[in-house]
Structures are given as structure tokens and as C-alpha cells.
């Protein structure tokens, strides 16, 4: 059975800080590039990050410099650091799975993230 599972969100105040980690099973980790979307209430998707089955990376004008993804394979697990929160980052935020060549995808079940004061 093909899962990913998000953990790590919560609320936190405008300037802190957050961890987001994403354990994938039942399929080939390593295979896949991962991504990070979020979905703010009243809003469509919006991806976020991007990182490949090598490691390059990629991030949305609005979280670059805040946010940094990194992967460990060893762990089937992708991560998302992030710092200098801030009110309008506050959305459910999900892991999807992307193989890099039959393009089959997968998402997790999203864990919420609240920057608030």
C-alpha cells in the first residue's frame, strides 16, 4: 500500500519556525521526485518546492530564502525547514510523489500549518 504521511505542522507565531516531515512506503523513494504544496483556506494549490531523484532543488518566489527542502532516501523521508513564518503561509500543506519518468503521483493526507499571533 502506497503512503505518505505528513507530520510536523502545528501553530506557530509570524518570525518562527517549523519542520515538516513526509515518510513515504510502497513505493520506490529514491525513484521519485518530491514535491511540497499547500492549500490555503479559500484557495486553490499552490506548489511550493521541488526536490528530484538527484537532489536539485526548486522553490516558489513567495518561500524562497524561508523554505528549504531535503530528502534522505535511507529514511524514505522529504522535509521541509521552514523559517521567518509568516501570516499568509498558513495552510493545510501536502507531500506529493512524482515519478520523474511514467510521471505516476501520489499525495499525502496534508498537515496544517498556523502562523498567527
Known amino acids: 500500500e502506497v503512503q505518505l504521511v505528513e507530520s510536523g505542522g502545528g501553530m506557530v507565531q509570524p518570525g518562527g519556525s517549523l519542520r515538516l516531515s513526509c515518510v513515504a512506503s510502497?513505493?520506490?523513494?529514491?525513484?521519485?521526485?518530491m514535491n511540497w504544496v499547500r492549500q490555503a483556506p479559500g484557495k486553490g494549490p499552490e506548489w511550493i518546492s521541488h526536490i528530484n531523484t538527484g537532489g536539485g532543488t526548486g522553490y516558489a518566489d513567495s518561500v524562497k530564502g524561508r523554505f528549504t527542502i531535503s530528502r534522505d532516501n535511507a529514511k524514505n523521508t522529504v522535509y521541509l525547514q521552514m523559517n521567518s513564518l509568516k501570516p499568509e503561509d498558513t495552510a493545510v500543506y501536502y507531500c506529493n510523489a512524482r515519478h520523474w519518468i511514467t510521471q505516476r503521483n501520489y499525495w499525502g493526507q496534508g498537515t496544517q500549518v498556523t502562523v498567527s499571533s
Open positions: 510502497g513505493f520506490p523513494f529514491s525513484a521519485y521526485d
